[in-house]
């Protein structure tokens, strides 16, 4: 359960978040819409604990984040991130990506995992040896290998091609279909409408 | 987690080769300047401890170059309850041949046994004997001595590089080449006296002179501290100016690497851990470094040990408590010079990951 009351939050003069109250229930897929600059990424970064909000009331599992004490321990243990950037470490492989994110019991669970997503023949190669679509596939592993409560994705579908979106929503349903909650930022309406609810936002506003 | 840093080692590859380089160059330099110090202090303090419980000098002097104590002393200190045995030499320095500067050791009868004879005997009136360092640069049966010249009596061999470098004469022919009775006398105990009593003793016979334990005298000889001190002093300029090397390429390593640490940070991964990271990658170079600077100072000693030029006076010497000194020196340079833009690094705000290309 994420419950927000009348966020406020400012770049600069700018009031990028206007007062926005909402409650996303367990196990729902809500998608925020809005154009470029309607404040959408700037709520899911408040909703997700990334960033404070200037005024206003958060709450998690009916606690506030400071309640929770070590911020890092609370994300790790009930938050995955999807970033329109996959953010996968160079260096390593798919696996030893999604590995980092892995508490030590989860990650016997990765070839598996992987395999679920449709990435698990790539498991062993690094970010640059495959697709757009099978990084944001493995940005995805990494999000969820902890099994979070919520999972917060911002533009997951921004650089891929419609037939690579349409697969990773398909993901998105089917980890929403399992109980997890999820908050999807997108400007696309038309994959938006895969989830169970839809939150408009211009402005810094609900419309 | 080795194998990991490894990697990010060998993905940022120009980036960890200068820090290898910057930290090479510098303890290289630490261990050569150490070195050479602990080589010029070592091989003195070796003439020096070789023979005699006592030391007297002139009083009142900077450097026994410049003492002068009569050799008169000699048979009344002799004769003194607990004295053994008394030596002397003179200490100089002056062109010999075509080699601008030679050290020169005019040494009492009694003290020449020291020196290993490799040809000929040990010098007479008149005579000088060559130590075996420049022995190759003499081919003829004289040599010159200042405005002097001697008639070659042999080579000796010495494993101090001051005096395999150098010339032995009698006491009186180095006297009058320096204006000079003797540099110091070393006086021998046989222990049926407290050496305090004996130094006592000494000092009563003559109020221009000094006495102190050979000890003493080495741990307080003002030269060997300027020395030291000087080479502390320049090892850590070295030692700053690799650390400001490291700090600077850290910097702009971390300015590239900095989503990798902002995804590790929205992951969860607290801050120290991200540090700790960080260090690990910089103290696998920083030893690699360090290993590679001990064995090139020890191949550059070793050649400057044989070049002709330097007659075997540079005798740099690494023990094994200097490496262990510049190794902690090296690794606490290599953590200081990472600490300050590993840990702005691991501050990255994850929300970063979000503004980069989409602020909504």
């Known amino acids: ?207 | 987690m080795l194998t990991n840093a490894f990697r990010a080692l060998l993905a940022n590859p120009m980036r960890s080769l200068l820090v290898f380089l910057s930290l090479t160059v510098s303890i290289t330099a630490v261990f050569l300047i150490s070195a050479v110090a602990h080589g010029i202090v070592s091989s003195y303090s070796t003439i020096l401890r070789s023979d005699g419980d006592l030391i007297v000098t002139q009083a009142r002097i900077a450097d026994t170059f410049f003492s002068d104590v009569d050799t008169a002393l000699i048979p009344r200190i002799s004769k003194l309850p607990g004295v053994s045995k008394v030596t002397a030499m003179i200490v100089g320095a002056s062109p010999v041949g075509s080699l601008p500067i030679v050290a020169v050791y005019g040494l009492s009868p009694g003290r020449m046994s020291r020196y290993k004879i490799l040809a000929g005997d040990y010098p007479k009136k008149g005579e000088a004997m060559v130590g075996q360092g420049i022995a190759g640069r003499f081919t003829g049966s004289t040599l010159s001595i200042g405005d002097r010249k001697f008639r070659i009596s042999g080579v000796f061999g010495s494993e101090t590089g001051f005096e395999s470098g150098g010339v032995i004469l009698s006491l009186e022919d180095a006297g009058a080449l320096f204006h000079k009775k003797a540099s110091m006398l070393f006086v021998d105990l046989d222990g049926t006296q407290p050496a305090r009593k004996v130094m006592e003793a000494i000092r009563k016979l003559s109020d221009r002179i000094e006495v102190k334990s050979t000890d003493a005298f080495v741990k307080n000889y003002h030269q060997f501290r300027i020395i030291e001190t000087s080479a502390d002093v320049i090892s850590a300029i070295a030692l700053l100016m690799g650390l400001i090397s490291i700090a600077s390429i850290m910097s702009v390593t971390m300015l590239e690497r900095k989503y990798e640490f902002g995804i590790l940070r929205a992951l969860g991964h607290s801050r120290a851990a991200i540090v700790g990271r960080i260090l690990l990658e910089t103290l696998m170079v920083g030893i690699v470094a360090y290993l590679t600077a001990l064995a090139a100072a020890l191949g550059i000693l070793w050649i400057l040990r044989r070049l002709p030029a330097l007659q075997g006076y540079v005798d740099g010497v690494i023990t094994l408590p200097l490496a262990l000194e510049v190794g902690a020196a090296a690794l606490t340079m290599t953590v200081l010079g990472a600490i300050v833009p590993a840990w702005r690094a691991s501050g990255i705000d994850p929300m970063e990951l979000i503004t980069r290309g989409s602020r909504a």
């Open chain 1, 1 to 207: 359960m994420i419950e927000a009351k009348n966020l406020i939050h400012f770049y600069g003069q700018e009031r990028a978040i206007d007062g926005i109250s909402l409650r996303v229930a367990p196990g729902e897929f809500v998608a925020l819409t809005g154009e470029s600059g309607s404040g959408k990424s700037t709520l899911l970064a408040i909703l997700s604990t990334l960033l404070r909000p200037d005024s206003g009331e958060l709450r998690i599992e009916g606690k506030a984040p400071e309640a929770w004490g070590d911020l890092n321990r609370f994300r790790r243990r009930y938050i995955g991130f999807v970033f329109q950037f996959h953010y996968l470490i160079p260096y390593l492989s798919i696996a030893e990506n999604v590995a980092l994110a892995a508490d030590r019991e989860r990650r016997q669970e990765i070839p598996a995992l992987l395999a679920r997503l449709g990435i698990g023949e790539i498991a062993r190669k690094k970010a640059d040896e495959i697709s757009g679509g099978q990084r944001q596939r493995a940005a995805i592993a990494r999000a969820v290998v902890n099994r979070p409560r919520i999972l917060f994705a911002d533009e997951p579908t921004g650089n891929l091609d419609s037939k690579n979106s349409e697969k990773v929503f398909d993901l998105f349903r089917s980890i929403a279909d399992e109980g997890t909650t999820l908050v999807v930022a997108t400007h696309d309406r038309r994959l938006a409408e895969r989830a169970d609810r839809i939150i408009d936002i211009k402005d810094g506003r609900l419309v």
